[in-house]
């Protein structure tokens, strides 16, 4: 770590043009985690897939779609960064018995998915998004979103852009991407003037200020849905505040603390998947039950 940070220090002071040019590569380029495990692999392999499109930029990217379920108001699980659609595999089972369609898909240039605009080990948040609002195009009308890591700030964009949710989960969220990337910028011992060259420049083909993507802020742009964050007060990767802070900004949204669960365990524990099920469940429920039994009626004869 003293050697990479010596490293970057240097090329910060010799070369900050070059510099800003390696921050965007390794800001942009999702890690390189394992691929799906026998017990995702399983849940994978009871899936009906098919592909959703993105596209813009010249080119129709697709979108690695899996389903679960014939029936039921859908609910849709979006992986975080270096994620894919297998890591909810926890989740999919308990969703089922609720009486709940799934959805999941894998980001571009994550899982199966196609490379995005930018080749295969390059991607953002912009295009977790859209990768996000081609598969609710594709396999919606969607009731509710279960989000993880990057995926929560993915979700949050989508609302922004019109995605029509009852309910949505955040699980680990980041709040603000450009206090991240100043983390980040300080461990690495970058400039700051580095650090907003890079920004400048990915501005440029991300089609969006940086401080677009405030979680907190998002909440405030439009109708959002009903909203529970779960966050772990020992999460090493997103700091517990992150999460606290979403659920303090967005209107009605409420926080649930976890103890000792991390930022990927949080994926397995039965007490979070009871309470994710029962809270998209439970924004179902009412809205079914507040209609009139003339309305039920007009609706079977439409």
């Given at each position: 770590m003293r050697w990479m940070r010596l490293c970057w220090q240097l090329a910060s002071l010799v070369h900050p043009a070059g510099a800003a040019r390696a921050l965007e590569r390794t800001w942009f380029s999702p890690p390189r985690g394992n691929g799906p495990d026998a017990a995702a692999r399983d849940v994978l392999?009871?899936?009906?897939?098919?592909?959703?499109?993105?596209?813009?930029?010249?080119?129709?990217?697709?979108?690695?779609?899996?389903?679960?379920?014939?029936?039921?108001?859908?609910?849709?699980?979006?992986?975080?960064?270096?994620?894919?659609?297998?890591?909810?595999h926890a989740l999919v089972g308990p969703l089922?018995?609720?009486?709940?369609?799934?959805?999941?898909?894998?980001?571009?240039?994550?899982?199966?998915?196609?490379?995005g605009a930018r080749g295969p080990r390059q991607s953002s948040v912009v295009e977790m998004s859209r990768a996000l609002l081609a598969t609710a195009w594709h396999a919606g009308p969607i009731h509710a979103?279960?989000?993880?890591?990057?995926?929560?700030?993915?979700?949050?964009?989508?609302?922004?852009?019109?995605?029509?949710?009852e309910a949505a989960v955040m699980i680990g969220p980041p709040a603000d991407m450009r206090?991240?990337?100043?983390?980040?910028a300080w461990q690495l011992g970058i400039a700051p003037a580095v650090l907003d060259r890079m920004q400048r420049n990915s501005e440029d083909w991300l089609g969006m200020p940086w401080s677009a993507f405030n979680v907190p802020?998002?909440?405030?742009?439009?109708?959002?849905?009903?909203?529970?964050?779960?966050?772990?007060?020992?999460?090493?990767?997103?700091?517990?505040?992150?999460?606290?802070?979403?659920?303090?900004?967005w209107p009605g949204a409420s926080l649930m603390t976890t103890e000792g669960l991390g930022h990927r365990r949080v994926l397995h524990d039965a007490a979070v998947i009871a309470r994710a099920v029962a809270f998209v469940r439970g924004q179902y429920e009412p809205a079914r039950s507040a209609r009139a039994p003339g309305a039920v009626a007009a609706e079977a004869h439409a």
């Open positions: 392999a009871q899936a009906r897939t098919d592909w959703a499109l993105v596209t813009g930029q010249g080119a129709s990217r697709r979108v690695r779609v899996y389903r679960w379920g014939g029936a039921g108001p859908t609910v849709l699980l979006a992986h975080g960064w270096g994620g894919h659609a297998g890591q909810w089922l018995a609720a009486g709940l369609r799934v959805v999941a898909f894998d980001a571009l240039s994550h899982g199966e998915s196609d490379a979103a279960i989000a993880h890591s990057l995926g929560g700030a993915a979700l949050a964009l989508a609302v922004r852009e019109g995605l029509h949710l206090r991240a990337a100043a983390a980040l802020a998002l909440g405030h742009a439009r109708r959002v849905p009903a909203t529970l964050v779960i966050h772990d007060r020992q999460d090493k990767e997103v700091d517990w505040e992150n999460g606290a802070a979403i659920a303090g900004a």
